[in-house]
Nanobody, 128 residues
Framework: QVNLVESGGGSVQTGGSLRLSCVRSRAVARHHSMGWFRQAAGKQYEGVAGIDASGNKAYRDSVNGRFTISRDNDKNTLYLEMTRLVPEDTAMYYC??????????????????????WGQGTQVTVSS
């Protein structure tokens, strides 16, 4: 069963913008924290931004001020608005949902994958 479905990835030039969306199934609890991870080629996963059910947010330093995470609980959808993109943002972006604090976006990816939900990913490519 696919519980998280991402969309909105693509290719843009430096300075461009993209909006990622992630629709969750009913199997994913409404109160779960949600967020975006990314993995660049040959690198480890890193947490990008997380949000809890109340709307509290956390961002990694390199995207703070450029990316905005939000969620619409009525539409069961998570968003990531990405602006002023740079080549270093190039990666596969994964939507995730998990029980517990949204700060776990910066914790163990294996823990999130074991106890939560993980999408199939959407590619973001930023060219210089």
């Amino acid at each position: 069963q696919v519980n998280l479905v991402e969309s909105g990835g693509g290719s843009v030039q430096t300075g461009g913008s993209l909006r990622l969306s992630c629709v969750r199934s009913r199997a994913v609890a409404r109160h779960h924290s949600m967020g975006w991870f990314r993995q660049a080629a040959g690198k480890q996963y890193e947490g990008v931004a997380g949000i809890d059910a109340s709307g509290n947010k956390a961002y990694r330093d390199s995207v703070n001020g450029r990316f905005t995470i939000s969620r619409d609980n009525d539409k069961n959808t998570l968003y990531l608005e990405m602006t002023r993109l740079v080549p270093e943002d190039t990666a596969m972006y994964y939507c995730a949902a998990w029980p517990g604090s949204h700060h776990l976006i910066f914790g163990s990816v294996s823990q999130v994958r074991e106890f939560g939900y993980w999408g199939q990913g959407t590619q973001v490519t930023v060219s210089s």
